[in-house]
């Protein structure tokens, strides 16, 4: 079965920068994108940062020019760079892999990570 590890999470004050891991192992034949989302206490899981295969990129509006999402397909890998990070990025991050669909939103992911706590005071 695929599982994805998260890591890079902790405690930062604002203005600070930290840098998020995700690591797919097990088997699965291909995937289209691989993407990170976030959920704050009370609020829904929204979609922060993806990248396809192909190269394209896309950020939600909150995080562009903030964070920089990265992958390393031979390691089926991707990092999250969080810069200026600002108390309303608190949440848990979660990592999450889509086979075919889109990475744009919770319905078209296949697999999640655990997930990383991002705490900005």
């Known amino acids: 079965d695929v599982q994805l590890v998260e890591s890079g999470g902790g405690s930062v004050q604002a203005g600070g920068s930290l840098r998020l891991s995700c690591v797919a192992s097990?088997?699965?034949?291909?995937?289209?994108?691989m993407g990170w989302f976030r959920q704050a206490p009370g609020k829904e899981r929204e979609g922060v940062a993806r990248?396809?295969?192909?190269?394209?990129?896309f950020y939600d509006d909150s995080v562009k020019g903030r964070f920089t999402i990265s992958q390393d397909n031979a390691k089926n890998t991707v990092h999250l760079q969080m810069n200026s990070l600002r108390a309303e990025d608190t949440a848990m991050y979660y990592c999450?892999?889509?086979?075919?669909?889109?990475?744009?939103?919770?319905?078209?992911?296949?697999?999640w990570g655990q997930g990383t706590q991002v705490t900005v005071s």
């Open positions: 097990g088997y699965y034949y291909t995937r289209n994108c």
């Open positions: 999450a892999v889509s086979i075919s669909g889109s990475c744009g939103s919770s319905e078209g992911i296949k697999y």
């Open positions: 990248i396809y295969t192909n190269g394209d990129i």
